[in-house]
T-cell receptor
Framework: GAVVSQHPSRVICKSGTSVKIECRSLDFQATTMFWYRQFPKKSLMLMATSNEGSKATYEQGVEKDKFLINHASLTLSTLTVTSAHPEDSSFYIC??????????????FGPGTRLTVL | AQSVTQLDSQVPVFEEAPVELRCNYSSSVSVYLFWYVQYPNQGLQLLLKYLSGSTLVKGINGFEAEFNKSQTSFHLRKPSVHISDTAEYFCAANTGNQFYFGTGTSLTVIP
């Protein structure tokens, strides 16, 4: 099956610093990757769609200057939380879309990254 | 806009009893449906999916779900649960490229 990894799995940082989270598709190429944030109430919220070689598309209400997304290759997308604050503490999950033969391209999810901002 | 509703936020059930986790979706277009399981501090693991074809879908760990277009439902069932099934379960709909997740159902299996 398709495997998606995230690094780091956990990160603790001080308020005001920046944190970079990597999302990699290990055994397939992903033109499109997605970044989600999971809130304490457990629901997943789509933050942005990352397309290789172009700018990410952000969902309404997501600050693109705060959550920088770079999709420089077909197997790697990064999310950088700039000037992190305690309210940015959350569980961040990425997914990578694998091109299928039919009308649906399946997404595979990474294991998530727990960010804690002190 | 699409939406996915999981009416039950918590479902306690005794070990070896059957369980049904409910999911309803709203969509005016064709939709693909999924159930994911999430264990503490882990990502999402696909249980099963409905893309087309037979409306009864069988997944991993003995779970199955039935797509009911007239009722816009995709309920998840298991005839006999185990302690290891204790986890968070998410129903999700995809209309082509974007996922819409339900708020999740916490399944607790009681010994």
């Amino acid at each position: 099956g398709a495997v998606v990894s995230q690094h780091p799995s956990r990160v603790i940082c001080k308020s005001g610093t920046s944190v970079k989270i990597e999302c990699r598709s290990l055994d397939f190429q992903a033109t499109t990757m997605f970044w989600y944030r999971q809130f304490p109430k457990k629901s997943l919220m789509l933050m942005a769609t990352s397309n290789e070689g172009s700018k990410a598309t952000y969902e309404q209400g997501v600050e693109k200057d705060k959550f920088l997304i770079n999709h420089a290759s077909l197997t790697l997308s990064t999310l950088t939380v700039t000037s992190a604050h305690p309210e940015d503490s959350s569980f961040y999950i990425c997914s990578a879309e694998r091109t299928g033969t039919g009308t649906f391209n399946e997404q595979f999810f990474g294991p998530g990254t727990r960010l804690t901002v002190l | 806009a699409q939406s996915v509703t999981q009416l039950d936020s918590q479902v306690p059930v005794f070990e070896e009893a059957p369980v049904e986790l409910r999911c309803n979706y709203s969509s005016s277009v064709s939709v693909y449906l999924f159930w994911y399981v999430q264990y503490p501090n882990q990502g999402l693991q696909l249980l099963l999916k409905y893309l087309s074809g037979s409306t009864l879908v069988k997944g991993i760990n003995g779970f199955e779900a039935e797509f009911n277009k007239s009722q816009t439902s995709f309920h998840l069932r298991k005839p006999s649960v185990h302690i290891s099934d204790t986890a968070e379960y998410f129903c999700a709909a995809n209309t082509g490229n974007q996922f819409y997740f339900g708020t999740g159902t916490s399944l607790t299996v009681i010994p």
